[in-house]
């Protein structure tokens, strides 16, 4: 059984930095790229990075380039997203998800989700 457990929202100030992770079991974390995407009340869920399964390529949404950095641990079956200089338009409810094969931002081309983790940034 696949899971995935993201951890590490909250409440920050605007300027402010959090650190998502996301522990995979259940599936060969090292074959899979590992996605992170984000969905605000009202809005349809939207990509926000992803990684390969070697860490060797990294896509990132433009509204995030160089304020977010997202990193892998194979050795430790987790994901990170490194999230600095937080805006407001940030809010949401951020998710992990893992596919295999060489798309990364169609949400519907990911296999498995985890269930969430709220961050929240106020101005």
């Known amino acids: 059984q696949v899971q995935l457990v993201e951890s590490g929202g909250g409440l920050v100030q605007a300027g402010g930095s959090l650190r998502l992770s996301c522990a995979a079991s259940?599936?060969?974390?090292?074959?899979?790229?590992m996605g992170w995407f984000r969905q605000a009340p009202g809005k349809e869920r939207e990509f926000v990075v992803a990684i390969r399964w070697s860490g060797s390529a990294t896509y990132y949404a433009d509204s995030v380039k160089g304020r977010f950095i997202i990193s892998r641990d194979n050795a430790k079956n987790t994901v990170y997203l490194q999230m600095n200089s937080l805006k407001p338009e940030d809010t949401a409810v951020y998710y992990c998800?893992?596919?295999?094969?060489?798309?990364?931002?169609?949400?519907?081309?990911?296999?498995?989700w985890g269930q969430g983790t709220q961050v929240t940034v106020s101005s």
């Open positions: 998800a893992a596919r295999l094969g060489m798309g990364f931002s169609a949400p519907d081309e990911y296999s498995f």
């Open positions: 259940g599936l060969t974390f090292s074959s899979y790229t």
